[in-house]
């Protein structure tokens, strides 16, 4: 809403109208007495026009000057609420009671968001903003933007730039990560090859180092396959970054249950329920009682314009899909279809890269479910490296 609008709202206006006689002579006597006319709109021998309270009071005077007929229109503005409610004055004590404490709490920071965080922990970052006293509460005028940014930008490594705005009651702090390059293999720390999981060992290429394994063996988890230190004839020792593929097979379990009694969901309605909310507090804005039966719930929190800038007040819609619930049972050929496609789905999920060379199904018709269990010959590679502590390095013992 532009300014003089404002101020016209606050004087109070008042819609005129007039007809027959010298309506140019009208106008150009409220020009010379300074009565202000706005939003004029002639048609045919009338024109209608806006102008406040104090002017008028001379439009009787000026429209006989100039002999035309005045209509005085609808009144509006503070002044004209004031007169009509001039009884209520709990209600304007309230209403200025409600300013005021918007005020008070408009100069508080209620809300802290950060934005742009992609491998940066965002506990991380809020933890920062604390120490550097930006939190819940807050004065705004005792953050300091700018020297918060100098300092959460040597506080955290990966961002490359941070920005500090304070927006009414919130603080936005936007951070941009350094692109960070891929990581270096570095050959000049000695790193052995060690065994992920238990195996046996079925194929073996080493690139770098001494292997301590061969195809056919049988290895633990931690078990070194590919040596960092090597030796010559001579008998002489050197460290070198160990690097090689050691493929091994390895058994895996995996068991689905499926029950007889199967339990269904169809939609019976939505609700919807609204709600203010007051820094922590959730004030209902409905008439309802408590919810009957199984329901899925989402909840959205919008900020309300002008107000939500000035203090810590939101409001929130909660949606409700109600829904029945239905108890069907199956037979136990139904019960094993449907664990086999559940075992199907957990073998994608659990056994990913990794190659099933054999699989063994067994199932259980049970009292009150279906067992479907799966044993599995699955061969992967199972070698990571591991970096060789020595001596010289820190933090070795």
């Known amino acids: 809403m532009p300014v003089i609008s404002i101020i016209r709202f606050f004087r109070g206006t008042v819609r005129f109208s007039i007809r027959d006689g010298f309506l140019e002579r009208f106008i150009n006597l409220c020009a010379q007495n300074r009565v202000p006319v706005w939003n004029g709109r002639r048609e045919g021998n009338r024109y209608s026009a806006c102008t406040t309270l104090a002017g008028s009071r001379r439009l009787p005077e000026l429209a006989q000057k100039a002999g035309v007929i005045l209509e005085p229109g609808q009144q509006g503005g503070v002044p004209v609420l004031l007169r009509r409610y001039h009884k209520r004055t709990g209600l304007f004590a309230g209403t200025a009671l409600v300013l005021v404490g918007m005020m008070i709490l408009g100069s508080f920071i209620w809300q802290v968001e950060v934005e742009g965080l992609q491998t940066i922990s965002e506990a991380e970052v809020r933890a920062a903003l604390e120490e550097l006293g930006v939190h819940k509460g807050v004065l705004r005028r005792d953050i300091d933007a700018r020297e918060v940014e100098r300092r959460l930008l040597i506080r955290l490594d990966k961002a490359a730039w941070v920005a500090v705005n304070l927006r009414g009651s919130r603080a936005v702090v ?143 819609k909660e949606s409700y899909l109600l829904l029945n619930e239905t108890s069907t049972q199956i037979s136990p050929d139904e019960a094993r279809e449907k664990a086999q496609r559940e075992l199907e789905a957990l073998e994608q999920r659990e056994l990913e890269g990794m190659t099933i060379l054999q699989r063994e199904l067994n199932g259980q018709e049970l009292s009150d479910r279906f067992l479907l269990e799966g044993v599995y010959l699955c061969e992967e590679d199972i070698g990571t490296e591991k970096e060789i502590l020595t001596e010289q390095q820190p933090g070795s013992h």
């Open 174 to 316: 936007e951070i941009m990560e350094r692109v960070v390059p891929p990581e270096r293999i570095d050959d000049d720390i000695p790193h052995n090859v060690v065994a992920k999981k238990p195996g046996f060992i079925t194929y073996l290429e080493v690139y770098n180092g001494q292997p301590t394994v061969k195809v056919g063996d049988s290895v633990d988890v931690g078990e070194i396959l590919v040596s960092g230190i090597m030796e010559d004839k001579k008998g002489r020792s050197r460290t070198v970054h160990a690097r090689g593929k050691i493929v091994a097979q390895s058994r895996e379990e995996l068991r689905v249950e499926v029950p007889y009694t199967q339990q269904s969901y169809t939609i019976r309605g939505v609700m919807n329920r609204r709600y203010l909310n007051i820094l922590s507090v959730q004030l209902p804005l409905f008439w309802g009682r408590p919810l009957e039966g199984p329901y899925k719930v989402q909840q959205a929190v919008y900020d309300i314009p002008v107000v939500s800038r000035l203090a810590p007040i939101t409001w929130s």
